[in-house]
């Protein structure tokens, strides 16, 4: 069974802080790695992916994937009150299979 | 350029009736996935279309649900004879060919309620 766990939350932090948010998952042979946001009563939005071990940045966003430890983060600096939203983390499995296993999602509440 | 797109945006079906949901994806993308989202749930995979065959289906709740692909374009979810457990956001993805690192783009859902 692959499993991709995330902490459901909700994570609080004050507007201009940094967000950390994190995934563990279970396929050492994952290839790829995805963020979703999903805002309240709308559909999940990519964000970023990663694939290689590091870290990608992308504006605000920073994606950090490490394979050793099976855990990939998402970093969100400068928070803002409109990065309030549900976010997912997603991990495409090894063995050519090209279904991504779904976290079931970290709230992120930014306070002013 | 167009995004994927979802039609019905919402639909209101009576207990045993049969409801069909249309998911236009991506143009030029051959992979099409199928979810479903209770609320305050996670995704529930239902199926995944690469061109016009669908390699796996294993998500389907029951022989009440059904989907098909034609052109390697539009797809088409069926649910016969809907229950009140049915009543979700129905939420197709598209993704580039093989090859590509699998990126989802999802549509805007269909919710469906069924009384």
């Known amino acids: 069974q692959k499993e991709v766990e995330q902490n459901s939350g909700p994570l609080s932090v004050p507007e201009g802080a940094i967000a950390s948010l994190n995934c563990t998952y279970s396929?050492?042979?994952?290839?790829?790695f995805f963020w979703y946001r999903q805002y309240s009563g709308k559909s999940p939005e990519l964000i970023m992916f990663i694939y290689s071990n590091g870290d990608k940045e992308d504006g605000r966003f920073t994606a950090q994937l490490n394979k050793a430890s099976q855990y990939v983060s998402l970093l969100i600096r400068d928070s803002q009150p409109s990065d309030s939203a549900t976010y997912l983390c997603a991990v495409k499995p090894g063995g050519g299979s090209y279904i991504p296993t779904f976290g079931r999602g970290t709230s992120l509440i930014v306070h002013p | 350029g167009a995004g994927v797109s979802q039609s019905p945006s919402n639909k209101v079906t009576e207990k045993g009736k049969d409801v069909e949901l249309r998911c236009d994806p991506i143009s030029g993308h051959t992979a099409l996935y199928w979810y479903r989202q209770s609320l305050g749930q996670g995704l529930e995979f239902l199926i995944y279309?690469?061109?016009?065959?669908?390699?796996?289906k294993s998500g389907l709740p029951s022989d009440r649900f059904s989907a098909e692909r034609t052109g390697g374009s539009v797809s088409t979810l069926t649910i016969q004879r809907t229950q009140q457990e049915d009543s979700a956001v129905y939420l197709c993805?598209?993704?580039?060919?093989?090859?590509?690192?699998?990126?989802?783009?999802f549509g805007p859902g269909t919710r469906l309620t069924v009384l």
């Open positions: 279309f690469q061109g016009n065959s669908a390699p796996d």
């Open positions: 993805a598209s993704s580039p060919p093989p090859g590509s690192y699998n990126e989802q783009f």
């Open positions: 396929d050492r042979g994952s290839q790829s």
